[in-house]
């Protein structure tokens, strides 16, 4: 866990937000996603060709598991169910089922270590 400083516009703001260490740089190659547990919640947390995202692990079609699995298509999540597609770093859908995007998560690397907060990202804050 880690508290975060933001700087916005020279006045210095400090977020409460809390970090939780899911893994380590090394356990999750590049194209390779990992489910982790954060909290209550499970997230799937992909390498994208070097960036870490971290991204329900649930189908927003029908609940299908996105962890545990490889990135297909460049850096697309693909659902075993019945083959959704996500943009691994935004978590928007590329094709259906699925229509609604998948909710995207705050994701810190420091020495090796990978923290995520459940801080959520809409598919277009990056
Ligand atoms: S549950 Fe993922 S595509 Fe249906």
């Known amino acids: 866990m880690s508290e975060a400083t933001a700087v916005l516009a020279g006045t210095k703001l400090v977020e409460s937000v809390e970090y939780f260490a899911v893994a380590h740089t090394a356990d999750i190659p590049p194209g ?6 954060v909290g209550n919640r499970e ?3 992909a390498n994208c060709d070097g960036t870490f995202s971290a ?14 699995s490889r990135l297909s ?3 697309q999540l693909e659902c075993s169910w019945h083959g959704a597609h996500f943009d691994a770093r ?3 859908v590329v094709s259906g089922p699925a229509r609604k ?5 705050t994701v810190k690397v420091l020495d090796g270590t990978v923290y995520v907060a459940l801080v959520s990202k809409g598919p277009l804050d990056d």
């Open 32 to 37: 390779w996603v990992l489910k982790v547990q």
């Open 43 to 45: 997230v799937a947390l």
């Open 55 to 68: 991204l329900d692990n649930f189908c927003t079609h029908a609940g299908g598991p996105l962890g545990n």
């Open 73 to 75: 298509d460049g850096c």
């Open 90 to 92: 935004s978590g928007a």
């Open 101 to 105: 995007p998948l909710r995207k998560y």
